[in-house]
């Protein structure tokens, strides 16, 4: 008897915000290994990553990731082990990291350079491959060493702080030497941020919702200025943290996520940026695949000698999948969103 391969498939584009309607659960059998052609391999997934970049794929508008077609499975980074393997680099049992989608099993033309990758999991779990050793930690290694490159003595922001990147961003600050702001939602995650992270001290946009009242917070936890900037939500924050940037601060633009289900977030005062000579970039960590090797070099040496911290937030079963993932548009996740699914 096959076995049975449930999915999640995108199904209609979301006006506004995104909602369960948009996803559909399917099921399809999974090739017996005898189907199989030369090269391909199946993999049962263990763990399914939920990222913010998914949301813009759901939009069929100009973006720098291309639309997600619709009634097909969505696209996701998957951790797992070969079920069955007709390429000679891969055997049953081996651990690997794939583009595998929100699905159970896929089937992987590994011949194809880059579409799998084994994994040592002897020091560092499996589900850290998708989050501080993984894409998101190579987002937050790239984003602060080759656009902020922080000095010792100097203060670092990051907003979403304690969240996959952002976790990974002020703890790569502190080995550095700076002085380490974060910005999150709730007294439990700036606990968190500072208590267990090592972080100088976090600011709760919550708490303090009206702008001055964030302002005031935010200055007085920078008194020498802000230097460098990670930047992954926008709107009233980034206005924020613009008033205290420094001389020749620099401001990695990661990501902003208070705008992804298409609520405008203007700018206020961008003639700081040449008031203060600074320097602000976007970049998008897949077109940097020269800095991997360094990146996870780092974080694998820190993650397994327990210096580099990481929270989890795992839902169960595939068909938990789009709630996990409308909940980690609305900071319901603390840590890396996943999904188990074994
Ligand atoms: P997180 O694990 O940080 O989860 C998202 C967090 O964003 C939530 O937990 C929530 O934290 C915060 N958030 C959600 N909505 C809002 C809002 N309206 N206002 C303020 N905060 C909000 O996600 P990641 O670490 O995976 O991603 C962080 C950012 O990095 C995202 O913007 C993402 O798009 C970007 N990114 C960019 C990449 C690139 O190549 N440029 C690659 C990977 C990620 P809280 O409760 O604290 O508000």
Redesign the pocket.
């Known amino acids: 008897m096959s076995l049975i391969n449930r999915q999640i498939h995108l199904v209609s584009r979301p006006q506004g915000e995104a909602s369960p309607s948009n996803f559909q659960l399917v099921e399809a059998p999974v090739p017996a290994s005898e189907a199989l052609a030369e090269g391909q391999v199946v993999v049962r997934h263990h763990y399914l990553s939920l990222?913010?970049?998914m949301r813009g794929r759901m939009n069929d508008s100009r973006s720098y990731a291309e639309p997600q077609p619709l009634n097909t499975v969505m696209l996701g980074g998957t951790v797992g082990e070969v079920l069955h393997s007709r390429h000679p680099k891969f055997q049953p049992g081996d651990q690997v990291l794939g583009m595998g989608g929100w699905q159970e099993y896929s089937v992987v033309d590994a011949s194809v350079r880059g579409a799998l990758h084994k994994v040592d999991t002897q020091h560092i779990p499996l589900s850290a491959y998708l989050g501080a050793v993984g894409?998101?930690g190579v987002?937050a290694w790239y984003g602060l060493m080759k656009i902020i490159t922080p000095k010792s003595g100097e203060t670092v922001v990051v907003?979403?702080?304690?969240?996959?990147?952002?976790s990974v961003v002020g703890q790569l600050a502190k080995v550095r030497g700076c002085r380490v702001v974060g910005v999150?939602?709730?007294q439990d995650?700036c606990r968190y941020v500072v208590e267990e992270l090592g972080f100088d001290a976090c600011i709760d946009?919550k708490q303090h919702a009206e702008p001055k009242a964030f302002y005031q917070a935010l200055k007085a936890a920078t008194p020498q200025g802000v230097d460098g900037y990670f930047e992954?939500?926008g709107?009233m924050?980034l206005d924020a943290v613009m008033l205290r940037m420094n001389a020749f601060s620099r401001l990695a633009m990661?990501?902003?996520?208070?705008g992804y289900d298409g609520q405008p977030t203007p700018m206020q005062n961008p003639a700081l940026i040449l008031v203060n000579r600074m320097k602000v970039e976007g970049?998008?960590?897949?077109e940097h695949p020269d800095v991997w090797p360094e990146a996870v070099q780092e974080l694998g040496t820190l993650v397994g000698t327990g210096r580099l911290k990481f929270k989890e937030t795992v839902a169960q079963g595939i068909a938990a999948a789009p709630e996990a993932f409308l909940g980690?548009?609305?900071?319901k996740?603390f840590?890396?969103?996943l999904v188990k699914l074994i």
């Open positions: 990222d913010p970049y894409m998101p987002t907003s979403a702080a304690s969240g996959a990147v952002g999150a939602g709730g995650k946009y992954n939500v709107g924050i990661c990501g902003m996520i208070a970049f998008i960590v897949s980690l548009l609305k900071g996740n840590g890396k969103q």
